[in-house]
């Protein structure tokens, strides 16, 4: 077993590694290493290789569709069947995997852009978990000299919200980090709520951290607007044929740990929700802001007839 693709992969179930962005970007580069290292003798022995890194990738965590669309990626661009010899495969799977790294970069950047031309200035926000591309939004708001304030919610069980508290005070936003019950109870004070993404589905439903869907419900009720924004590697081509998104379950001990263990209770930890797209105004990506109802299209445009197709790691 290529040990970088190890580290990697051991690196996103233990969640050291975590975020949908960062979860994509980690496995291209994964993939990257083991086409490097790779002594096969054959193309198909070559191709195997990568097929067989994919799908240790694609098991570490089920719910971020980044994992899988990267390895789509890759696949489709590195293994395209162009390829005579070994070291040809070879040169087009790492170019494919600098290609899908350096395409998700950028999207960061734009989706900033884009997002935050919809922030207006002195607006308060309400954010949960921890989004490289929500907080790339708040912190080109700041940058274009809007003052926000931003009220992140600490998302238990693991936290994340203090690193997003901590990125937005370090680019000089006012923030408050908030427990995730009082999502409710700033909800009226606030304009705009932002967030990040997992997955989005055919139906522009959006899944991200539990507590997502009580933040936009709150938000709904309050007339408060809710952005979504992600890189189109977030749209799950499976649910156009009606797959639902696995939503993860993670060990009950991050929840209460096993010192402090109470009889005859079973204590559950789901880790994402799924929000509806009547609860979302907008999402926005790099190729820029749709409202959730074109996420079928937006799949459709991106994937083509490949929506269909049976997983590359698979065939
Ligand atoms: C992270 C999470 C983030 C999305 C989007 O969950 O729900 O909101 O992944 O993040 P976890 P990004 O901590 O369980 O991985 O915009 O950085 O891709």
New binding site residues.
């Given amino acids: 077993m290529n040990s970088e693709l190890e580290r990697i992969a051991q690196g996103i179930s233990s969640?050291e590694i975590?975020?949908?962005?960062?979860?994509?970007v980690a496995s291209a580069s994964a993939l990257r290493s083991v086409a490097n290292a790779s002594t096969a003798g054959t193309v198909e022995e070559f191709s195997s290789d990568i097929k067989h890194a994919a799908r240790r990738l694609v098991e570490t965590?089920p719910?971020?569709v980044?994992l899988p669309n990267a390895m789509r990626y890759v696949i489709r661009h590195g293994l395209n069947g162009d390829t005579s010899s070994v070291e040809d495969a070879r040169t087009s799977v790492i170019k494919a995997a600098d290609d899908f790294i350096e395409n998700a970069n950028n999207a960061?950047h734009l989706i900033g852009e884009f997002g935050s031309r919809r922030i207006l200035d002195g607006e308060k926000v309400l954010t949960?978990?921890?989004?490289?591309?929500?907080?790339?939004v708040m912190r080109h708001a700041a940058a274009q000299g809007k003052d926000i304030e931003v009220f992140a919610m600490e998302?238990r069980p693991?936290f994340?919200g203090r690193l997003t508290a901590a990125a937005l005070a370090k680019a000089g936003i006012t923030v408050n980090l908030i427990v995730d019950s009082a999502a409710r109870y700033y909800v009226r004070e606030v304009d705009h709520v932002i967030?990040?993404?997992?997955a989005i589905t055919a139906n522009g439903a959006v899944v991200?951290?539990?507590g997502?869907a009580t933040a936009a419900l709150a938000a709904h009720e309050a007339r408060t607007r809710v952005s979504v924004?992600?890189?189109t590697f977030?749209f799950h081509p499976d649910t156009v044929v009606g797959e639902l998104v696995e939503i993860?379950e993670?060990d009950p001990h991050e929840v209460l740990p096993a010192s402090e263990h109470i009889d005859g209770v079973r204590v559950r930890n789901p880790?994402?929700d799924i929000t509806p797209s009547e609860y979302i105004d907008i999402i926005v990506t790099e190729r820029g802001v749709i409202p959730p109802q074109a996420s079928f299209y937006l799949l459709t445009n991106l994937f083509g007839w490949h929506l269909t197709e049976r997983d590359p790691w698979e065939q």
């Fill in positions: 969640m975590r975020g949908a962005g960062r979860i994509a965590r719910t971020a980044s960061l949960v978990c921890n989004s490289n591309a929500a907080i790339e998302t693991r994340q967030v990040g993404a997992d991200n951290k539990i997502t924004a992600a890189e977030k993860e993670r880790v994402f």
